[in-house]
């Protein structure tokens, strides 16, 4: 699985996009990127994914760089309840471990008013 | 819909007790993952099932750790002779298949005195 590399924390105000940044530098080409995020004494929740094309859903939007070195997470209008650890994560897409997700330290994004 | 349960939801127990944790996953889904998380770090992958294929046990951190799953259903991670560093949260997740997202369980927060 690649390895990620997330700063270890970031501000935002109330309303504003949050933009959290992934360096994936050894990511392979069947290698999905993950992002989940945990509230404070919660099970990690799922956000989005994508392999190599932008990607939106309702929470939040991927933007993956054309080398796939890099991707950032945006949450276009952050709430104090987006408050939480994100963890950014290359799965490997093939063979028995397909799936199997292994977290770092993420970063920790503070929203505050 | 219900989601991934855990239970207990806490245990305590004392040093080289053996203890039975529960994962009940969501209906239909074929994988389902171990993960432990150690107060202020990220989470550990311990076991991972996927429908009849043989589990990929490469997480478990000593030989006292075992898990079992019975068909697509329940799972139960066995600890033997618990050791202090075992306190941790330890997480369920399931899956419809592999490659989508997980749902987390509320986890069971096990305390080793």
């Known amino acids: 699985d690649a390895k990620t590399t997330q700063p270890p924390s970031m501000d935002c105000a109330e309303g504003r996009a949050a933009n959290l940044p992934c360096n994936h530098s050894?990511?392979?080409?069947?290698?999905?990127v993950y992002w989940y995020r945990q509230i404070h004494s919660q099970g990690p929740q799922y956000i989005i994914h994508?392999?190599?094309n932008n990607e939106t859903n309702e929470m939040a939007s991927l933007i993956i760089t054309e080398d796939r070195k890099s991707s950032t997470l945006i949450l276009p209008h952050a709430t104090l309840r987006d408050t939480a650890v994100y963890y950014c994560?290359?799965?490997?897409?093939?063979?028995?471990?397909?799936?199997?997700?292994?977290f770092g330290q993420g970063t920790i994004l503070t929203v505050h008013p | 819909g219900a989601g991934v349960s855990q239970s207990p939801s806490n245990k305590v127990t004392e040093k080289g007790k053996d203890v039975e944790l529960r994962c009940d996953p969501i209906?239909?889904?074929?994988?389902l993952y171990w993960y432990r998380q150690r107060l202020g770090q990220g989470l550990e992958f311990l076991i991972y099932?996927?429908?009849?294929?043989?589990?990929?046990k490469s997480g478990l951190p000593s030989d006292r750790f075992s898990a079992e799953r019975t068909g697509e259903s329940v799972s139960t991670l066995t600890i033997q002779r618990t050791q202090q560093e075992d306190s941790a949260v330890y997480l369920c997740?399931?899956?419809?298949?592999?490659?989508?997202?997980?749902?987390f369980g509320p986890g069971t927060r096990l305390t080793v005195l």
């Open positions: 050894t990511i392979s080409g069947n290698e999905y």
């Open positions: 997740a399931s899956s419809l298949f592999a490659k989508d997202e997980q749902f």
């Open positions: 994508g392999l190599k």
């Open positions: 209906s239909g889904h074929t994988a």
């Open positions: 994560i290359g799965t490997n897409a093939g063979g028995t471990s397909y799936g199997k997700l292994t």
């Open positions: 099932f996927q429908g009849n294929s043989a589990p990929d």
